[in-house]
Structure formats: C-alpha cells, structure tokens
C-alpha cells in the first residue's frame, strides 16, 4: 500500500525544525572532532600530528577542555537549527508539491533526489554565517592552544561582530559557493535515500505510518550515512575556507582545493571522515525521529493542513 500522506510543506517546516534540534543535540560532539581534525595543521618535518585519529582527538578534547569542549560552537548551529531544518524539510516539501501532479501522487526517487536538491538551496541562505561561525569556534582553543595563545572569540556573537568589522558581510558569508556544493547534491541523496529505505522497509499491505521505531531509526541512519558520502569531500573543502584568515585563499574554492591536492594529496578531501560517519547515523536517526513524531502530531492536531 503507498503512503497516502498529504504533502503538506507548512508541517514539514515545523517537524523538520523539531527533527533538526534532535539531531544536534545527538550529533554536535562527534561534528566538532570532524572539525578539528580536518582544519589541523600539516605537521612540519620531525613534528607529530595534533590529532593522530577521531579517539585522540576526543581524548585530547575532553582533558584540555573537558567535557563541555565537544559542545563547543553549540549555540550557533542550535540557535539556528529550528529555522534551518525546517527550511530544509519546507524546502523538500515544496520540491515534491511542485512536482506532484495530483495530491496523492507518488513521485520518483529522481523526483525525491530533485525536490532534496531544492531543499538544499533553501538551506544554504540561513546556513553559511552559521557554518562559517561554528567551524571558527570549534577550531579557535586548539589553535589558541597550539600556538601559546588565547581563544579570539568569545562566543558566536562576539565571532559574528568581528567578522563583519574585519570584512563586512561578506565575510560573515564566506563560504556560501563551497556550502552550496555541500548541500545542494548531499541533500537530493539524503531525502531520496530515506524515503526509498522508508518504502523498502515497508511490508506489504502496510503503510509508512505503520513502521516500527527502529525501523524509521534505521532509515534516518543510513540516510545520514548516504547523504556524508556525498558531502564529504566539498565539507572538507568549506571548513578549511571558513577556518582561514581572511586574504589566505583569493579564488575561494578552488584555491583550497588545488593547495590541498598538491600539499596532501585526494585522502585529505575525507579527513575527519571517521567521526562524520559516527556521527550520521545516530544524529540522523535522531532528526528524522523527531520529524516522525512531530509529524503525527501536526497531522493528529490539524489533520486538513
């Protein structure tokens, strides 16, 4: 039996805000070891890596700063989680509305890869200051620490305020193209992956309000897992962009890029692949978890919308 949901991007937009809060506060510890580990340093002839893998990093984290430290930079990506995943989920839900040809259409998985696309445009307004923030946060105590020095910002809206007196909003934006590659393709793989594992896992007979919790856990995982497969290399590409002083890299992009290829060689684009892939699964299972749950209570609360 397909699922006869109504698409409705209004709730979409309230349960994928719902559903974004969950997958931070499951996922921001593992997301800040991602981080640290792709913007360290190059060690110098002699030197030893800063981090040698995901557990040193945490380790390290945790003795210097303690536990708190992996929460660092928290506060601008939940401050603007509601508003960025329910334009993302809002994004998603009009991708698929202008695609549907009558309410009850099922669309196609390259429907569902497009209308994700969409949702990744949406989401790269609101997202890139945040990103740009919370990456130079994350970074700034182990940079502090390893250079002698103290941390430069001290909180994101002190980060925010320096940024634009150093380079106005542009500079609080840098990043955005590099964002944009991130999400836009990463998007279209995670909506489409969790709806087909969603009708995969679905028995016969069944419909997609009947599926068990594990089940939506696992299909949330495993997009979240699907959808950093893709992201990953341009993820690697924007904390380094975003990390940099202001002036390192004048062609953007593409000047991280060729730096990177010709200093470290193609493993560097997945650095910090390990606690991004840690990270996916539960913190995705999470956010569409609670996406689910607010879900049916929107649709038991107004059932018209």
Avoid at 3 to 27: E, H, Q, T, Y
Avoid at 153 to 176: M, N, W
Avoid at 272 to 277: E, L, R, Y
Wanted: aromatic share 10%; hydrophobic share 40%; net charge positive.
């Amino acid at each position: 039996m397909p699922d006869k949901r109504k698409v409705s991007p209004v709730k979409d937009f309230f349960a994928g805000g719902f559903g974004g809060m969950c997958l931070i506060l499951a996922g921001h510890p593992l997301d800040t070891i991602k981080v640290r580990l792709q913007t360290m340093p190059k060690p110098g002839p002699g030197e030893l890596p800063r981090y040698t893998g995901t557990f040193d990093c945490a380790k390290k984290t945790i003795v210097r700063e303690g536990f708190l430290g992996l929460y660092k930079g928290m506060a601008a990506p939940l401050t603007g989680v509601t508003p960025m995943f329910a334009v993302c989920f809002l994004g998603f839900g009009i991708g698929k509305k202008i695609q549907q040809k009558h309410p009850e259409e099922e669309l196609t998985l390259p429907q569902l890869f497009l209308a994700g696309m969409l949702s990744g445009v949406f989401t790269t307004a609101i997202m890139a200051p945040g990103e740009r923030i919370k990456c130079l946060l994350q970074v700034q105590q182990a940079h502090a620490d390893h250079g002698g020095g103290k941390a430069r910002f001290a909180g994101p809206v002190d980060c925010a305020k320096q940024l634009y007196r150093e380079g106005g909003i542009r500079s609080i934006y840098k990043g955005t193209a590099a964002t944009l590659l991130r999400d836009v393709p990463a998007s279209g793989m995670y909506f489409a992956s969790y709806e087909w594992l969603q009708r995969v896992l679905t028995p016969a007979g069944k419909s997609r309000s009947d599926l068990s919790v594990k089940v939506t856990l696992f299909a949330g995982g495993m997009a979240g897992i699907f959808n950093w497969l893709v992201a990953i290399p341009p993820d690697v590409l924007k904390s380094r962009l975003q990390t940099a002083p202001e002036g390192t890299y004048p062609n953007g992009i593409r000047d991280v890029f060729r730096e990177l290829m010709k200093n470290e060689g193609v493993r560097a684009l997945y650095k910090g692949a390990a606690p991004v892939m840690l990270r996916a699964f539960p913190a995705n299972a999470a956010c569409f978890m609670g996406y689910e749950v607010a879900m049916k209570f929107l649709n038991w609360l107004a059932p018209n919308l």
